[in-house]
Structure formats: C-alpha cells, structure tokens
C-alpha cells in the first residue's frame, strides 16, 4: 500500500527541455549576478561618506536586501509593483529581485574589502602624485577584489540557487519547469530528485572555473 | 627650498603645530627629532599636502602647498615620501611597485618606467628581487623597495617619516645605511627620526620638536653636545 514505483523514463525523456531550462537559470544568474556586482559596487561606495541622501538610499536598499526573505524581494517587483500598476515579465521580477537580493549583499562585501585595506595605502598612492582615480583603480580596487572574490564566488551560487524561486512567480527557469513536468506527470520525486543533481553539477563547476580563474587573475 | 612659516595645524581642538617657522636649503639634511605626539610627523603631511594646514604657509620652491590653485599631484612629484609603515603595494611585485608612478603619473613609456625601476631597485640593493612580491620580502627590503619606489619619480626632496620605527632591531640598520647613500649623494631630506645616532651623523642640522613647536635647531654638534633649552636636555637625557 506504502509502495512507490520509481518512473524515471519520462523524467529522461524531459532531460533536454530541463537541461535547457538550467541554461535559462545560468543566464539570468548570471547577468543578476553582473548587475549585482556593478550595484553593489556603487552602493559600497554611496555608503562611504555616511551622510546624505545617496547614503540614506543606498543604507536602506541594502538594509532591505539582506534583512528580508529574497522571495518577499521577488513578489515586491511582481505583485508589489503589479500593484501599483507596473506590470514586470516573470522574466524581469526575477531578474530585478535577484539583483536587487545580490547588490545588497555584495555592498557589504565590498565594504568590508574596502575597510579592510590600510588606510595608509591610500597615502602612499596619493603621496607618489596619483590622483583619487588612480590610487583607486591601481592601488585600492585590485585589492579589493582579491578580499571579495571568494565571497563573491559563494554569491553567486547563492543567486543560481536563489533563482528556483522563479518557480513561484511563474518563470520557467530550472525548477519552473521540473515543477511543470512534475505536475504534468506526478513523477514529483523524480524530477526534483535529477534537478538536484543538475544544480549540483551547476555549482560545482561554477567552483571549479572560479578557482581556476583566480589562479589567474591573482598572482600573490 | 623647503619655507615654513608661521605654521599652525588643529586635528579638530587639538593644537597640533602652534608656529613653525622652519626653512630646508637645497642639499640640506634636517633631521626633526621629539617626543611622540609633539607634531614631527604632522608637518611632513603639511608639507606635502596630506594634511591641510588652518594658518601659516608652506613653500616648496616657491609653489604655495596650500593654495586652492596649487596642483597637489604634480607637487608630490617633487617630494618623495616614505612612511612608518612602508604601504609597499601588495598586488605588485617589487618592480611593478617602483614602475607604476612613473608610468602613469610622470608619463613614461612601459620601457622607460621599467628602466627607471631597474635602476633605483639597484640603488637600494634590491637588484635581485625585481618580479618578488611584497609579502617575500623582509620589513626593511619593504622599506627600501618603499623608498626605491620615491626616488623612482625623481623627486627633489625626501620625506623621512620615521621610516625605521616599525622595523625590528636587526632591520634597522640597512635602511639607515639607504638613507645616509641619500644624503651622500646630496640628496635634499627631512627625516623625522627616533634614531639619534642617524641624526647626530648624517644631519646638516637638528631640530627639535616639543610640543608644536621648533624648541630648538641647530647643527648636530650644537643639539647633542651643548644644548640650550631644558626640554631638549631633558628629552636627550631620556633616550641615551
């Protein structure tokens, strides 16, 4: 009575139509992810001098990114702003939520890279005739970057996990569609079961490129 | 020449200068020697323009430091500095670190900044560690690679801010023996320095600070040997 028969043959047969929707996941990760990083870059920098009202809209996005369920984020830019009129594709709240999630998160991290370079780095640029521009792009930020670029790595997993909340704003991202075809065939084990494996191989060989890039971008 | 006049410096209520008056001819070495917290450092950072001053001026070959026109990156081209601690840049190897400023400040070719690096790395006995990092090198190769990359920009002046202070005992030493080829060489320095024997040997003249003020200067003889005011002889009697 308590049996369950496995099926797998119609999660194969679905294989290409899931491996294209986790073609559909990395590429909205990835450009939320690259939004994130121009964003939370701008916000870490909006934050720096702590007065205003740059820095009062940057603390509080940031203060909402973080301090927020992500799916709350998700349903803001879906049926928060549907609300008010605007009407976003379940492609775009995704992509609005994950980025506005991402940027928050990874203005902390460059905040703390920042914060975490000696004051007196600054000084000696500038002492050698640089100027604010130059200190920073050849001194500060390539510093910086080596401080964040792991926790950079591990939000960006985060994000290409994050992105199965598409699933419930309607987006046929990875897990919209394994929630599609589950519900189509009641193979619902199945299908999240050989999803799983699909973001695990996601993840990993996004690990695998990060850390052979670093071996390349870093040489200290 | 280096003319300070009438200098007076505030980090917020506290009176950091109260009155330097002060002048560095061309060739000269002045050592600044005092205790902690009586300003020597604060007017190196005046006198480059680190630090902005609230009354008096700075000169430095008749270049107002502190006036609104004054094009501060261009002036510190002509003053090379070097820190307590030595800030050399850990993401470039030792070369990178004396060939960047030229390269992009003073505008030389990738070839000629390099040539420049070459040459000054080689100056302060550097010459085999030009593609080390940072990180491989000892505090007081840091230090030299530091002041290797301040004479890189061909300065006319060198700012000496306790450059040995953070370096251990046995360190010291080589640092001191750059900064004396400097001097040697004819090289224009103010040092501010707790390193006595440096200033009594090397200097020109001596001055002493206490409490934001030059309490007295003079040459190194005079300083060490007779000195005039009971500050200096109690400071002296303290660090021998």
Known sequence: MFEYNFHWR????????????????????????????????????????????IYWFATTWVELARNTPALFQLFFFGFGLGALGFHLSPYLIVLAGLTFNTAGYLAENFRGGFEAIPSTQLRAARSLGMNPWQAYTRILIPQVMRIVYYPMTNQFVWVVLMSSLGMLVGYRELTGETQFFAS??????????????????MVKVILVLSKFCASRFFRY | MIKVDGLHKYFDDLHVLRGIDLEVQ??????????????????????????QIQEGSVYVDDVDVHAKTTDLNKLRQRLGMVF??????????????????????????????????????????????FDVFPNALSGGQQQRLAIARALAMDPQYM????????????????????MRVLAEEGMTMICVTHEMGFARDVSDRVAYFHEGIVEEIGPPDQIFAEPESEHT????????
Request: proline share 3%; charged share 20%.
């Open chain 2, 26 to 51: 061309k060739g000269e070495v002045l050592s600044v020697i005092g205790a902690s917290g009586s300003g020597k450092s604060t007017l190196l950072y005046c006198v480059n323009g680190i630090e």
């Open chain 2, 84 to 129: 307590q601690q030595w800030n050399s840049f850990p993401h470039l190897t030792a070369m990178e670190n004396v060939a960047l400023a030229p390269q992009i400040v003073r505008g030389l070719t990738k070839e000629e900044a390099k040539d420049v690096a070459i040459k000054q790395l080689e100056h302060v006995g550097l010459g085999d560690k």
């Open chain 2, 233 to 240: 002889k109690k400071f002296l009697a303290k660090v021998r």
């Open chain 1, 10 to 53: 119609p999660v194969f047969k679905s294989l290409p139509d899931l491996l294209e929707a986790a073609l559909t996941t990395l590429q909205v990760a990835s450009l939320a992810m690259t939004a994130g990083i121009l964003l939370g870059f701008i916000l870490a920098v909006s934050r720096m001098r702590e007065t205003g009202l």
């Open chain 1, 184 to 201: 189509k065939t009641y193979r619902i084990f199945e299908y999240f079961a050989v999803t799983a494996v699909i973001y695990y191989v």
């Open chain 2, 159 to 178: 700012l000496f801010d306790e450059a040995t202070s953070a370096l251990d005992p046995e360190l010291v030493g080589e640092v001191l023996d750059t």
